[in-house]
């Protein structure tokens, strides 16, 4: 085991083990968090409450959840001055299975997105995001009830891989100058310039993951969404590669949207249809026609514009959750922003990490103990006692507080 400088490692919970492509999950397994930053700590305190009442009310005090703080943005530069210590990704990579508040994201300077950071460093290659409504929350849209997707948004590569520089460094300067030479490219003096890097082992292997999560939920359909009419040789691949990989791979179980349209045998009724969209068509149809969409697997870029702009038609990210998945590895996290100005104010909406923690208590197995979480936040929500975030948006509502929100979500678990 790890030497731990900062954190301190439970003495009574046991690592989760990953062999053979499975984990193996102990009674008390060792679980890092992060509180998070800003609101972080607020969020945090409510939902590590509501995670423990599940789990003792699930299995009667046979399983426990071994909490380890880890550390990482403000709290951790502060006290250690790193922002984010080797020991707390290794920390992540050794117990498997982390989540995490929201962290600190300098806008045009400053410090590398440490979200983004760990996401390479561990090789979460998956940001996974459900997005459902819950009967109640008020919505923008006259049916929200009819968006219920999952979006597998690739999470390494696209202009989020950080390889860019500066207008008028001399990195930017001297690429410039090489593409304008060497391949006539119309850049302007003085640009700021970035690389999309777009592989095929990349794209591939998010696509299987969207692919066999829609074959074992027994969804309708995996839609690949990107912009390859224009960047042809980045998303179009994206695209193309899909389309490979899911005849290589799953041929009995897929159907392409084209042969479905022409019948005959290979419109096989039970078979998962992948289809693709144009990224900003797939705006317009989640709006017009979200329930023809259960699965998309999309790059980066468009995949966090999806899963925000779908969030925010059933009530908003106070209430979408997010994993950040690879092979054994995997944090669930919050999908919004810190809300500085919110800190220690008991106020926001812990719902992000709360059913972040419902994709990692599933994620170990413990089904149970989600289902009786997601049970608690819909009793709370119909009972209209809620944060002020949902509470605006509800006729009737009583606006409570962070830690009000965590005890009503218990009360809601109704075995």
């Not at 695209?239 to 349209?261: H, I, P, T």
Request: net charge neutral; hydrophobic share 40%; with cysteine.
């Amino acid at each position: 085991m790890t030497k731990y400088k900062f954190a301190k490692v439970p003495p009574r919970g046991e690592a989760i083990e990953f062999t053979n492509g499975a984990l193996k999950v102990p009674d008390r397994p060792i679980v890092p968090f992060v509180e998070g930053d800003g609101t972080g700590p607020d969020i945090w305190r409510a939902s590590v409450r509501v995670f423990d009442a599940a789990v003792e009310r699930a299995y009667s005090g046979q399983r426990a959840v071994a909490w380890m703080e880890v550390f990482a943005g403000e709290k951790s530069f502060q006290q250690y001055q790193d922002w984010l210590p080797q020991e707390t990704v290794d920390a992540m990579q050794e117990f498997r299975v982390s989540i995490k508040g929201p962290l600190t994201t300098p806008v045009g300077g400053g410090i590398r997105s440490l979200n983004v950071t760990l996401r390479q460093v561990l090789d979460l290659y998956a940001c996974i995001r459900p997005v459902r409504y819950f009967e109640g929350v008020g919505a923008p849209v006259k049916e929200p009830e009819k968006v219920n997707i999952v979006i597998f948004r690739e999470n390494t590569e696209d202009v989020y891989a950080g390889i860019e520089w500066k207008a008028g460094s001399p990195e930017a300067e001297k690429l410039g100058a090489y593409l304008r030479k060497e391949f006539k490219s119309q850049i302007r003096e003085k640009s700021a310039l970035g690389v999309k890097p777009m592989s095929e082992f990349g794209s591939k292997r998010l696509v299987e993951m969207a692919i066999r999560y829609a074959i074992e939920k027994c969804k309708e359909s995996v839609t690949l969404v990107h912009k390859g009419n224009i960047m042809k040789f980045t998303e179009g691949a994206f695209r193309d590669w899909g389309y490979e990989l899911a005849r290589d791979k799953f041929a009995n179980e897929l159907v392409s949207e084209a042969d479905l349209s022409k019948g005959g045998t290979g419109a096989r009724a039970d078979a998962v249809i992948v289809k693709d969209r144009i990224a900003d068509s797939m705006f317009q149809q989640l709006l017009l026609r979200p329930d023809e969409y259960s699965v998309i697997a999309t790059p980066n870029l468009n995949g966090d514009y999806v899963s925000d702009a779908a969030a925010a038609q059933v009530g908003g990210l106070g209430i979408a959750p997010g994993g950040n998945v690879g092979d054994g590895v995997a944090v669930f996290e919050a999908t919004h922003g810190t809300a500085p100005k919110y800190a220690n104010l008991d106020k926001i909406n812990p719902g992000s990490v709360i059913l972040s923690g419902v994709m990692m208590l599933e994620y170990l197995g413990w089904n149970d103990a989600g289902k009786l979480i997601v049970r608690g936040l819909e009793n709370a929500i119909k009972s209209r006692r809620v944060t002020y975030d949902l509470a605006r948006q509800m006729s009737g509502a009583t606006e409570v507080s962070t830690s009000a929100f965590g005890d009503e979500i218990i009360k809601g678990m109704i075995a």
